[in-house]
Every structure is written in structure tokens, then in C-alpha cells.
């Protein structure tokens, strides 16, 4: 994980290891950190949720990748302020909190936490640009191509209702733009699954391609 050996005994001094199945929710707003996040592998993704329980996707977690919420929230001693779902089964890297501060001596780990900060805020403006500036239907397809790119699968796995809860939508307005975005060439749908047509070719999502999760 570390070049700097000091740092790296360290860490596997403390480290704990998880593999975490998808759609398990890692933490939610509100909720005390006690361990800090760094994906080895699959991904997490993040949304924002407010106090009537509305959701706006984020951004994703990629292998080689922390939390930046999660290490601010930790330098100042605050609870969780996002909701972190696993997108696709996740190998963990579990670092106690108490440990952020304290590795800061470090210089490898100090430029991990700020290249983490500046690539998260960076990320955070582009979702602030899309939905200040971008109409819904290209929010959606913004959206579908983010979360087919975190895992690789063209398939999405998720019901009108999942998406709409994630773009802060009504499901109706959702479902007419996903037919707009099929009877384009852009999508598949079937039921409780949409299938992302990233190339000029689409093609039909078949159930024994659901049954595979290909």
C-alpha cells in the first residue's frame, strides 16, 4: 500500500480487512466514524441525504481510494455526513480513525490524504456543474455512464425507483426519460434492471445475461 516502510508496518499493524457484499449500506449520515475506508477492490457510492431522507449521488470510490468525507470528518471529530453505499462486492481496508491525525508525520500519507481532498472536491464541483447547468435526461445519462464505469457492467441492476431516489426525481419522470433514452438506441430495460448501451450498437438485455450479471 505505502513505499514508506515505517508507514507501511504501521498500517498493518491496525488494518482490518472486509469483503463486503453489494448493495450493503457502509454508513449513513449521522453515523459515528470509527474506521476510515480504503477500497482494494469493487467500489462504494456516495450520496448526499438530507434530513427527509432525499438522496443525490455523489461520486464513486474506486480501488486505490478513500473517503475524503470520511478523513475531514475524522480531523474534526464529526459524525458521517453521506451516505456510502457498496456498488459491487468490496474488499475494505479498514483503517481506525484515531489513526488519521497520527499519521500525519508521514509525508507519503499526508499527500494520500490531500491528493484524496483534491480529487473528491474536484469530483463534487463536476456534480454541483451537472445538476446546476445539465436538464434531468442528461443528469440521468451522466449518472447511468458513472455507474456503469465504476464496475465495468453495462447492466444496472436498480428499479425506476432506485434511480429517481438518486437524482432526487419523481419515479414518473424518470420512467418517461429511460423510455426516451430505449426508443433512442441509448438503453435496454427490463425489469428492475437497465442495460447501458456505451457504444453505437446497443443491444437487448437477455435474461441469461442478467442471470450471469453480464
Known amino acids: 500500500m505505502f513505499e514508506d516502510k515505517e508507514l507501511e508496518r504501521a498500517f498493518n499493524e491496525v488494518v482490518m480487512r472486509r ?8 454508513m449513513s449520515p449521522g453515523d459515528v466514524i470509527t474506521h476510515v475506508p480504503i477500497v482494494e477492490k469493487g467500489s462504494l457510492r456516495i450520496l448526499a441525504q438530507d434530513a427527509n431522507g432525499r438522496e ?9 481510494e478513500s473517503c475524503a468525507i470520511s478523513l475531514t470528518c475524522c480531523s474534526s471529530k464529526r ?18 480513525s484515531d489513526r488519521m491525525d497520527a499519521w500525519m508525520v508521514y509525508p507519503e500519507w499526508r499527500r494520500f490524504v490531500s491528493d484524496t481532498q483534491a ?16 436538464k434531468l435526461d442528461e443528469q440521468m445519462w451522466n449518472y447511468l455512464t458513472k455507474r456503469v464505469q465504476a464496475t465495468g457492467n453495462t447492466i444496472l441492476k436498480a428499479t425506476h425507483q432506485d434511480i429517481a431516489d438518486e437524482l432526487n426525481s419523481p419515479r414518473e419522470v424518470i420512467t418517461r ?11 435496454s430495460l427490463a425489469r428492475g434492471a437497465v442495460e447501458v448501451h456505451l457504444s453505437s450498437e446497443p443491444s437487448s438485455i437477455s435474461q441469461e445475461g442478467l442471470d450471469r450479471g453480464l
Open 177 to 187: 426519460l429511460l423510455h426516451q433514452l430505449q426508443a433512442r438506441g441509448r438503453v
Open 79 to 96: 459524525n458521517s455526513s453521506v451516505l456510502a453505499v457498496v456498488e459491487e462486492d468490496a474488499d475494505l481496508l479498514l483503517i481506525p
Open 56 to 64: 443525490r449521488f455523489l461520486y464513486h470510490i474506486l480501488p486505490g
Open 119 to 134: 480529487q473528491r472536491f474536484g469530483e463534487l464541483l463536476e456534480t454541483i456543474e451537472v445538476v446546476a447547468f445539465q
Open 19 to 26: 469483503h463486503i457484499p453489494a448493495g450493503t449500506v457502509l
